[in-house]
């Protein structure tokens, strides 16, 4: 996907977070984020889309810790989290292509990196604040859903410190059925897992299902919509892929 795709995508993602967390009211428990209630997640997300913005918008090459989030609630509360993601949608469009930034993944560049990330940041907690706010989710585009599986298994989840381990070799194949060629081999050991977009060899366990329900399941946002073979390695999944913030 190109980077102005990704920004149009978190511009409407966040409109659409900000527009849920407001039908539900803050003190709303969010089921998807157990112990979480819409100020948590507008106080989190906020504070990540500001933590991005600094990056691109001022050059920094190394890692910096986010500022914590104002104690704001309510009305104020959604008003500093649209204000904050109007900058990042806003620094994102205007940027250079070339700006040298500090990034955590593999990307084609800087400002690719970002654009991505923070699109899907703000898609999968826009999930989270509908699920305050009951009612039917907005949809996921087919090829936006692969590209967030493909962060997840292949950049997220390569890192040191992903946790999704097993004493011995075992394999998990992750399949998307409505989707040309996206099929995920992630290989478990006692190592961090090692992913291969293609289907490589037998696998213990498959999940599997339309882009656009996997790429949340895998979140842990809702559950897998097929597994086939050992649930343990389903389980493992659902116990040890969480992404924390710090």
């Known amino acids: 996907m190109r980077t102005a795709a990704y920004v149009e995508i978190l511009d409407r993602e966040g409109a659409l977070l900000a527009a849920a967390a407001e039908a539900a009211g803050t003190d709303a428990e969010v089921p998807t984020c157990p112990g979480w209630r819409v100020r948590d997640l507008l106080r989190h997300t906020g504070m990540v889309h500001r933590w991005a913005t600094e990056f691109v918008a001022e050059g920094h090459t190394g890692p910096r810790r986010a ?111 409505d989707a040309p060629d996206a099929v995920w081999t992630v290989r478990l050991s006692p190592q ?22 996997l790429y949340p399941a895998l979140w842990n946002r809702r559950p897998f919509p097929e597994v086939k073979g050992d649930g343990a390695l389903a389980a493992l999944w659902r116990e040890r892929s969480g992404v924390t913030w710090k």
């Open 67 to 177: 500022d914590d989030p104002p104690a704001l609630d309510g009305g104020p509360l959604l008003s500093w989290f649209r204000e904050g993601h109007e900058r990042l949608v806003g620094t994102l469009a205007g940027a250079e292509p070339g700006v040298r930034c500090w990034h955590f993944l593999p990307a084609p560049s800087p400002l690719a990196f970002w654009a991505r990330r923070q699109a899907h940041e703000t898609t999968v907690h826009r999930i989270d604040a509908e699920s305050a706010r009951g009612g039917e989710p907005t949809a996921v585009g087919a090829d936006f859903a692969v590209d967030g599986i493909d962060e997840l298994l292949c950049a997220f989840h390569a890192r040191p410190k992903s946790a999704v381990r097993t004493e011995g070799p075992r394999t998990l194949r992750v399949r998307a059925t």
């Open 192 to 213: 961090p897992p090692v992913t291969v977009r293609e289907e490589d060899a037998d696998a213990d366990c498959e999940l599997s299902g339309p882009a656009a329900q």
